[in-house]
Every structure is written in structure tokens, then in C-alpha cells.
């Protein structure tokens, strides 16, 4: 199993060359995020997760979870490394202090998140999903309500979970037929099962918050009538258990280790969050939320399979270089020297590095949304927010599991067998574009809701960005062929988008042809925009061979990698006919 080391030269070069944390901080008036607070963080962080989640990421693995008889069981040292990043005080790093939490910025939130994800995806799903589950009481409930649940929460005494799927729907949670009756005490009995739920039954901590998407009685048919309520494992108030019941967990090709299970409630007292009938308001927090954290999971994974194929590459001798021997003492060269293995190495590197500074730009969006004085600002970096989050999800999970793969593949047969631990990233890589919502659906939300849905105005509050880094770098003396290269991207965005918008005009279908490869599209021009950053700011970076590999792995991207806009734009321009021109029943002939 590869042995995770958080890369924190990669992650200081981000915070203080590319996007200046330390500034942005003190424009929102985040006083306790000092340089000395967040150089603490990354350390502290990294050792807890090098030294007590990582050795547990394998193990995990290969034990899973139990079940027996309603109970669930996490592995063995799972409980134990939860009891002590509770005690150290890390579930609440971005937490309101008003219920214990530490109150820094969400962005040092996300940073230790993806140390935690990259050491241990599965275990990092209970305390994710109990992030989620935070915000949406923040944001929705009652002042009872938060004085109820948050401080536990906060403090990880609790956890928390969404139950929104049932088996017959998915995404289509209009369809979902959990009942929530109201009772003479003002609470509700939900009734129902919902399956998939990460996080839903274990043994880390002493309660459960759930919450669950249900139906009043008489609720309107389909997503205008959904209602979201707060289900406790254990009643806050007597400690009695409610009646919810751990039915079974899947059994599952990847995250083993993170108990996914089927909820069944039975009757279980709730609690109405937010408006009757406006559940999807309150579950959008969530998934947003969710949303976000799942793209870095594509990251983290893709982060914890480039440090084994490193360092394998480097170990491993095959044959020799085309060139001559690189190694004349040895047998045969280390595989590093052959291009092919330099292709993948790159490709690696360059959707990592490159899909980690989209995560930290989005995260001073979040800093931004949540902590800026000035309205206009807060309403510029939700509509930014609005934009991102789908492509952070879909973009970084797609590429992600890319990059498990090739991991697997520099490996060779030795990528296909269970003891190095390669094939474990890309099984738990493999969940990341399906759940929170498939990344078709992310695609369909960009493209209709948040690009045509706004005429065009989300994506033009990015592109305008874009366009002022472009026009700014220019006459760059050794970047400006790649900066026009971009600026002419950035231009066919907007070209490309007004195409499809005229063609959804006469067929609707022409969306939902078009909207993956757009989503990919949209990818690969802001990764590139981000790649340019770093490039520009690395010119200038004490270390002159780390700027070295910034800069050569930016001349990759932009050579290797952002074409494949090309392909993606055709496949837009291609239209729906192509697609829906062959009948249902055709599918099926030989």
C-alpha cells in the first residue's frame, strides 16, 4: 500500500504563492487564520494523517465493515483514530464558534480534508458527511434546533448523516414516498426506507443525527412537495432509542470500510427543518456541500496513487532507455526513463496539481460566501460557487479515477494484485463520479440549469475572470503563446455555449447531448487558466527546482492535455441526432 505523505511543499505554494491565504484572510477579517495558525494545521494535520489513518487505509480495506443483527461495526483502529481526531479538536476547525467550533475559514476546513481523504478515504466519509448534516441545521434550523444538535456535532460527540435515496429513485427524488405524519406534539413519525446511506449506522460515536427527505400528507406531487426533517438515533432529550434501524450494509466494490447502509425508520419521531414542502432548499445545502467534498476525492485518490507510481518508477528497472543506458551499473534501467511511463507520471501530476489549486480557488470562494462584508462580493462568489461546484465534482472525480488507473497501470502486473495497494485507489476512486448525483446529472445541472438556466450569466462572471488574466499576461516573455492560447479558448467558450443554447431552443435533447462533454470541456479551460497561475507564480519561487517541474508540467498540459477540448467541442457541435435517431427496441438486436 502506498504510504501517503501529505504534500505540503505543493500545499504552502498554493496558500502562499498562488493565492495568497494570508491576504485573503486578513481582507475577511479572519484574524485567528495567522500564518503560524495554518503553517500548525498542515503540520499537525499531516502527522495525524500520515501516522494513524493512513496505516489503517489497507486494513480497512481488506476487514470492511460487520453487520450483525442491526449492529454495525467500523474496522479495527477505526474507532479508536475517530476518538482521537475528536480529541484533538479537528471536527471543528470550521465550525461556528458559537457551538464550539473553532471558527476558522472553510478553506483550512477543506485543506485537512483532503490530507484526510488522501490517507484514508473511507474513514474520512464520517466525519464528511457529518460536515454536510452541520450545515444544513446552520443554514435551516430553528435556534432550538441548533442549540440541540450543533455542539455535539460540532464536537463529534455526534455524527451525522442525509438519507435522501429509496430504492425505487435515485435522482429523481420526487418519487420517494417516506411519509412524515404530524403529530400532537408538533413532531412528525416518518415512516420509510432509504438506501445508499454513507455513514448511517457504526459504532464511533454515541448518536446519529440523521436527516431524512420525507412527504407530508398532503404534500404536492413531485419535488415541490418534499420536506426535510431531523431523525436522531437517540432522542436528544430522554436518550431513548428512536425507531430507526440499520437493515443491512452493501456490500460494495470500493470504501469497504465506510458502512453504507439501508435505513429503516419505522415510525421514528422527527423534526420539521426549514419550510413544509421546501426540503430541496434545505438538501441543495447538503449536497453542495457533499458535492464538493466528493470532487476532492478524485483528488485525494488520485494524490495517494501518483505517490506509489512515483516512487515504483523510480524502483522499478525494465529494459533500457531508447536513448542508451541511464543506469549502465544495473540490469536494465529504472522505468521512469521511458516516455511512455513519463506520459502517465504527467498526466498524473498535472490533473493533481492541477485539480488540487481548483480546490483551494473554490475554497476562498466558500471563505468569501461566508465571511465578506460586502454583499455584492458574497453574491459574486455564490453565483461563482453556483458555477464550480458541478465541475468540481464531475471534472476531479472523471479525472481522478484517470489517474488511479494509470497509477495502476505504471505498476504493471504488480498494478492488478491486491498487496501494493493500486487497485484499492481505483475501486475506491470508482464511487466518486456516481454518487451525489451521477456526473451526468452534474453535467445537466451546469449546462441547463446554471449556464442556459442564468442566459449565460453564470458563466460569464468565469470567463470574465479569465479574460482579465489574459489580457493582464499577454506579452508575458515565456508564457504568452500558451496565454493566448487560452484567451482564444475562453472566447469559444462563450461561441460554443450560444450554439448550444439556439440548438436546445428547437429540440430540448440537444442539452442533455451535449452536456458531459461541455462539462469537460469547461474543465480543461479552467484547469488551464490554473495552471497558468501557478506557472506565473512559480517563476518566482525560492526553489528553483521545484519551479522547474511547475513549469514543465504546465508546457504538458497545455500540450498534451488541453487539447482534448478539441474532441470535446466536437462532440458538442455533433448534436442529439446521432444519439436518439436509434429506436429503444433497436438496442437490443443483434
Known amino acids: 500500500m502506498p504510504e501517503y505523505k501529505a504534500p505540503l511543499r505543493d500545499m504552502r505554494f498554493l496558500i502562499d504563492n498562488v493565492f495568497d491565504f494570508h491576504g485573503h484572510y486578513a481582507a475577511l477579517g479572519a484574524t485567528d487564520a495567522s500564518p503560524d495558525m495554518v503553517s500548525a494545521i498542515l503540520e499537525e494535520g499531516a502527522k495525524f494523517c500520515e501516522n494513524v489513518l493512513s496505516p489503517l487505509n489497507r486494513s480497512g480495506d481488506e476487514e470492511g465493515c460487520h453487520f450483525d443483527n442491526g449492529v454495525v461495526t467500523t474496522p479495527k483502529g477505526f474507532k479508536e483514530a475517530f476518538a482521537q481526531y475528536v480529541e484533538g479538536g479537528w471536527h471543528g476547525v470550521a465550525a461556528d464558534p458559537a457551538y464550539g467550533g473553532q471558527g476558522l475559514p472553510q ?19 464520517y466525519p464528511g458527511l457529518t460536515h454536510g448534516a452541520m450545515s ?3 443554514a435551516h434550523g430553528t435556534a432550538e434546533q ?12 455526534w455524527t451525522g448523516t442525509m438519507c435522501l435515496t429509496e430504492a425505487h429513485c435515485g435522482t429523481d427524488l420526487g418519487l420517494i414516498k417516506t411519509r412524515a405524519v404530524p403529530q400532537a406534539d408538533g413532531s412528525y413519525a416518518v415512516t420509510g426506507s432509504k438506501i445508499f446511506i454513507s455513514a448511517g449506522e457504526h459504532d464511533l460515536s454515541a448518536n446519529i443525527i440523521h436527516l431524512v427527505l420525507a412527504k407530508l400528507p398532503d404534500a404536492p406531487a413531485g419535488t415541490k412537495g418534499i420536506s426535510l426533517f431531523i431523525v436522531p438515533k437517540f432522542h436528544a432529550d430522554s436518550g431513548e432509542r428512536n425507531a430507526v434501524h440499520c437493515g443491512s450494509i452493501e456490500h460494495k466494490m470500493g470504501i469497504k470500510a465506510s458502512a453504507t447502509c439501508v435505513l429503516n425508520f419505522d415510525g421514528a419521531k422527527g423534526f420539521l427543518i426549514g419550510e413544509a414542502n421546501k426540503g430541496l432548499n434545505c438538501m441543495f445545502t447538503m449536497m453542495n456541500h457533499a458535492r464538493l467534498g466528493t470532487g476532492m476525492q478524485g483528488l485525494c ?27 549502465p551499473d544495473k540490469a536494465a534501467d529504472p522505468i521512469i526513463v521511458h516516455a511512455d511511463v513519463r506520459r502517465m507520471l ?15 480557488f473554490t475554497a476562498q470562494l466558500l471563505d468569501t460566501a461566508h465571511l465578506g462584508d460586502d454583499a455584492a462580493q458574497r453574491q459574486e462568489a455564490e453565483d461563482l460557487l453556483a458555477f464550480l461546484t458541478p465541475i468540481c465534482k464531475a471534472f476531479m472525480t ?3 479515477l484517470e489517474v488511479t488507473n494509470l497509477g495502476m497501470q505504471i505498476f504493471g502486473g504488480h ?8 487497485e484499492q485507489l481505483a475501486r475506491d476512486a470508482r464511487i466518486a463520479p456516481i454518487y451525489e448525483g451521477t456526473n451526468g446529472i452534474q453535467a445537466l445541472d451546469l449546462l441547463g440549469r446554471k449556464v442556459l438556466g442564468s442566459q449565460g450569466k453564470l458563466l460569464r462572471g468565469f470567463t470574465k475572470i479569465v479574460h482579465k488574466f489574459c489580457a493582464a499576461n499577454a506579452e508575458h516573455p515565456q508564457l504568452k503563446g500558451y496565454v493566448a492560447q487560452l484567451n482564444q ?35 480543461y479551460i479552467i484547469l488551464a487558466y490554473l495552471w497558468l497561475r501557478m506557472a506565473i507564480a512559480a517563476q518566482s519561487h525560492s526553489d528553483g527546482e521545484f519551479a522547474k517541474a511547475k513549469l514543465a508540467t504546465c508546457e504538458f498540459y497545455f500540450k498534451r492535455l488541453l487539447p482534448r477540448t478539441i474532441t470535446h467541442r466536437a462532440a458538442v457541435e455533433a448534436g442529439s441526432d446521432c444519439l436518439m435517431s436509434l429506436p429503444a427496441e433497436a438496442f437490443s438486436l443483434g
Request: charged share 20%; glycine share 12%.
Open 107 to 125: 478553506s483550512l476546513g477543506l485543506v485537512l480534508s483532503e490530507m484526510i481523504g488522501s490517507s484514508n478515504t473511507s474513514w474520512g466519509m
Open 136 to 138: 444544513a441545521i446552520q
Open 146 to 157: 441548533k442549540d440541540t444538535y450543533l455542539s455535539k456535532l460540532t464536537a463529534g460527540e
Open 301 to 327: 485518490n488520485g494524490e495517494a496513487s501518483f505517490q506509489g507510481a512515483i516512487k515504483y518508477a523510480n524502483d522499478r528497472l525494465q529494459m533500457r532507455s531508447l536513448t542508451g543506458p541511464k543506469a
Open 346 to 360: 504527467l498526466t498524473m501530476k498535472a490533473f493533481n496539481e492541477g485539480n488540487r489549486a481548483l480546490t483551494y
Open 398 to 400: 472523471d479525472t481522478g
Open 415 to 422: 498494478g492488478y494484485i491486491r498487496e501494493w495497494g493500486m
Open 489 to 523: 479558448l475562453n472566447q469559444e467558450w462563450g461561441e460554443l455555449t450560444t450554439k448550444v443554447g439556439m440548438a436546445a431552443m428547437k429540440n430540448p435533447d440537444e442539452v442533455g447531448a451535449a452536456a458531459v462533454d461541455y462539462l469537460m470541456y469547461s474543465g
